[in-house]
């Protein structure tokens, strides 16, 4: 039955199918930017909520917010790379077309494949390259590659001290002049004590509520 679909359903010339990867890859792009807007939006109202915290003397929720964008920005990071990644496989794929026009079939390309294989280990590119991968090893243009286990995790041991230094520039950035009115050792062990005081309950679950917009944004 797949025999006689094939035969009955024409095949996409070269050129064709190298345009509808590149207007695929526009469009992950455009998909992208969308999502840098809305961590940078969510971000905007975060650190308001920071501000306020440390008003307020709340150390421990101002750090906890802090280490959210930490985390978007080293996510908003990552999808700028994943950006240029995508643009220079559209633009090496642009240089197959006259290649594919000239001798009337798609050419293995070494450069396609390296990126490819690299934003395969990207976290938010992972699934979408894998069927971009799929289609392009079918066509020829890159060879079937094996990709090593990559842990994505931002919380391992060897980062964490990293985190914590953004995380304190991130406060002094935001809120340093609050934060620093408050003694050391007053800093530390509000450090040590629960986000959640009853008496702030409303604040704390408009924080938490934050938090979660903010690492949903992030996905």
């Keep these: 039955m797949e025999k006689l679909r094939n035969m009955l359903i024409p095949k996409p010339n070269p050129q064709q199918l190298l345009r509808d990867w590149q207007r695929r890859l526009r469009q992950e792009c455009r998909n992208i930017e969308r999502q840098i807007r809305d961590i940078q939006r969510e971000e905007k109202n975060v650190q308001k909520a920071i501000k306020e915290a440390a008003?307020?003397?709340d150390t421990a929720s101002a750090r906890a917010l802090a280490?959210?964008?930490v985390r978007s920005r080293?996510?908003?990071?990552?999808l700028y790379e994943n950006k240029a990644q995508l643009n220079s496989i559209s633009m090496h794929l642009g240089?197959?077309?006259?290649?594919a026009r000239t001798v009337g079939h798609l050419s293995k390309s070494a450069e396609v494949m390296k990126t490819v294989n690299d934003l395969m280990k990207a976290p938010e590119m992972a699934v979408k390259m894998q069927e971009f991968s799929k289609e392009m090893i079918k066509a020829g243009v890159i060879e079937e590659m094996v990709n090593d286990a990559v842990d994505s995790a931002l919380d391992s041991?060897?980062?964490?001290?990293e985190i914590e230094e953004e995380v304190d520039k991130v406060l002094t950035a935001i809120a340093g002049e609050t934060?620093?009115?408050l003694p050391e050792a007053s800093r530390k062990e509000r450090l040590k004590q629960p986000a959640h005081?009853?008496?702030?309950?409303?604040d704390d679950e408009d924080l938490?509520?934050?938090?979660?917009r903010l690492a949903k944004v992030r996905s």
């Excluded at 080293?74 to 990552?78: D, G, K």
């Excluded at 240089?95 to 290649?99: D, L």
């Excluded at 005081?197 to 409303?202: C, L, P, S, T």
């Design 55 to 57: 008003k307020r003397n």
């Design 67 to 69: 280490i959210e964008i």
């Design 74 to 78: 080293r996510t908003v990071n990552r």
């Design 95 to 99: 240089e197959s077309i006259a290649v």
């Design 157 to 161: 041991d060897d980062i964490e001290d």
């Design 179 to 181: 934060v620093a009115q």
């Design 197 to 202: 005081a009853e008496e702030e309950g409303g």
């Design 208 to 212: 938490e509520e934050l938090r979660v």
